[in-house]
């Protein structure tokens, strides 16, 4: 069969769909509203390939056709596909490691000030790998498997949530842990196992996991927290968003609670409640 102009344009970009400088802008629109996430223009690559997938999933043969039926609401869950193929979920045990240490002075001092337990809210938790290594922080702080303290973590993407609440991970996920963390709390998986290592029992009835947007008027969580962990993610919102979002952690916090940051986050822009306390962590001013 002879192919149409557009289809010869198509093959000679490499592309099975079309994807026009507006779909592009009706995605951004899209997940702008839904999640409060800015999509650069340099995004347009990671977009179509992310979305083709959906495309292909759905069985629908072009991108205007499969944006009319997600906002018509005619494929039941497509919004939650389409949040979850847009959110990016790269972390690592013990990212930003400096933190740890810090959280566990603040955890064994607040004990000490307060006597009752610890909560503490990861609040874009992706695939676990963070909540973890906050519970593990927390086990050797109090050096109990059952620390004082209770973590809820959250996330927007229902995918990455499976991921941490199963707690299983690929061995190469943990090689650079030391040792004796990993020996204190990971289960090596055997015979059809082999390979991936499970967080221990004890470490995972620490967390709860929910999904929350951090966007929405309605967050299933209740503080006041110790601390809560925010990192990586305010990058993808705008200053409008992130001030929102960051005047409403300020009640959720303990009067000497601490708010963590990704590396490249600056908070002190966007709201005068907090002040620095080190490296990219705040507490209230
Ligand atoms: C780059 S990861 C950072 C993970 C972890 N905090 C870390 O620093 O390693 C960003 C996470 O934010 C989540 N996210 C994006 N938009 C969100 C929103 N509106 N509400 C809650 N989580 C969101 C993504 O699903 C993703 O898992």
Not at 209 to 216: C, E, I, K, M, T
Request: some cysteine.
């Amino acid at each position: 069969m002879a192919l149409t102009t557009k289809q010869h344009a198509r093959q000679e970009a490499g592309k099975e769909f079309d994807f026009t400088r507006a779909d592009f802008e009706r995605v951004r629109g899209l997940i702008y509203q839904r999640a409060g996430i800015s999509l650069a223009d340099s995004k347009q690559e990671m977009v179509y390939s992310r979305l083709a997938r959906r495309l292909r999933a759905t069985g629908i043969a072009s991108f205007a056709t499969y944006l009319d039926s997600l906002e018509g609401n005619r494929m039941p869950g497509e919004w939650e596909s389409f949040v979850n193929a847009l959110t990016t979920n790269l972390t690592s045990f013990f990212r930003e490691a400096h933190h740890f240490p810090l959280l566990a002075e603040h955890v064994l001092k607040a004990k000490r000030q307060h006597g009752t337990p610890l909560t503490i809210w990861c609040s874009a938790s992706s695939t676990g790998e963070e909540p973890y290594s906050i519970a593990m922080t927390l086990c050797e702080a109090f050096n109990t498997l059952t620390p004082p303290a209770t973590i809820v973590a959250t996330d927007i993407d229902t995918n990455v949530l499976a991921t941490a609440s199963a707690g299983v991970y690929p061995q190469e996920r943990v090689e650079k842990l030391e040792p004796e963390r990993l020996r204190r709390f990971f289960l090596k998986g055997k015979g059809a196992q082999e390979g991936l290592v499970r967080v221990r029992p004890e470490l995972r009835q620490l967390i709860t996991f929910r999904q929350l947007n951090l966007l929405s008027d309605d967050w299933p969580v209740r503080g006041p927290f110790d601390a809560i962990f925010c990192r990586n993610v305010m990058i993808y919102f705008d200053k409008a968003t992130q001030r929102k979002i960051l005047s409403r952690f300020v009640p959720l916090m303990k009067p000497d609670a601490l708010l963590f940051a990704g590396h490249s986050e600056n908070f002190l822009y966007v709201s005068d409640a907090l002040r620095l306390r080190g490296k990219t962590v705040y507490e209230l001013s």
